[in-house]
């Protein structure tokens, strides 16, 4: 249960509010080393959590028919650095040995990840209140080159959280 907080939110804090509700979306994915090419739906549930401090977000991809990969994402914001953080645990099992970062151009949250197995860019351009734009791209180690993973455009399903859904 989240309890009302005895504090008023950053303006960054609320920023991240964009991210929570129901959402449906259509998806290409492009060939990888882990996937093939190809189509698919996915469904995106997110509720603030401790005061709206932090957005929890589940993401579930389906393609054929069946949940094909699935995240668990924690965004919060680090004042001491002014970034936006984004905790990602997913089905590939890779365990992040840090958060990804990032900041907000205009409506648009861009974040970046690096690990040995090369840097992930995720962006989040919101077109709307309801409807936004997803871009994950991959750059392997050693590469200056930035490969498309999955692109997406996402409509709200229901305006507040995983419980309405």
Same mark, same amino acid.
């Given at each position: ?29 492009? =060939?990888?080393?882990?996937? &093939?090419? @190809?189509?698919? %739906?996915?469904?995106? #549930?997110?509720?603030?959590?401790? /005061? ?5 977000q ?9 949940v ?23 089905s ?5 040995? =840090?958060?990804?970062?990032? &900041?907000? @151009?205009?409506? %648009?949250?861009?974040? #970046?990840?690096?690990?040995?197995? /090369? ?22 180690p ?9 692109s ?11 419980n309405d859904?």
């Open positions: 249960m989240n309890a009302a907080p005895s504090f008023s939110l950053s303006a960054d804090h609320q920023r991240l509010q964009a991210l929570v509700g129901a959402w449906r979306g259509e998806e290409e994915v492009s =060939a990888t080393q882990w996937t &093939t090419a @190809g189509t698919a %739906t996915a469904e995106v #549930l997110a509720e603030a959590e401790f /005061g709206g401090l932090f957005v929890v589940r993401y579930r991809q389906h393609r054929d028919g069946e094909s990969f699935g995240s668990r994402n924690v965004f919060g914001f680090d004042q001491q650095n002014s970034v936006v953080t984004m905790h990602q645990f997913d590939m099992g890779f365990v992040p040995a =840090a958060p990804a970062t990032g &900041t907000w @151009g205009g409506n %648009t949250l861009t974040l #970046l990840r690096s690990s040995p197995r /090369g840097s992930a860019r995720v962006s989040y351009d919101f077109d709307s209140n309801d409807s936004y734009r997803m871009r994950l791209q991959f750059q392997p050693g590469s200056d080159v930035w490969q498309d993973m999955v997406g455009v996402y409509s709200r399903v229901s305006p507040s959280s995983i859904f």
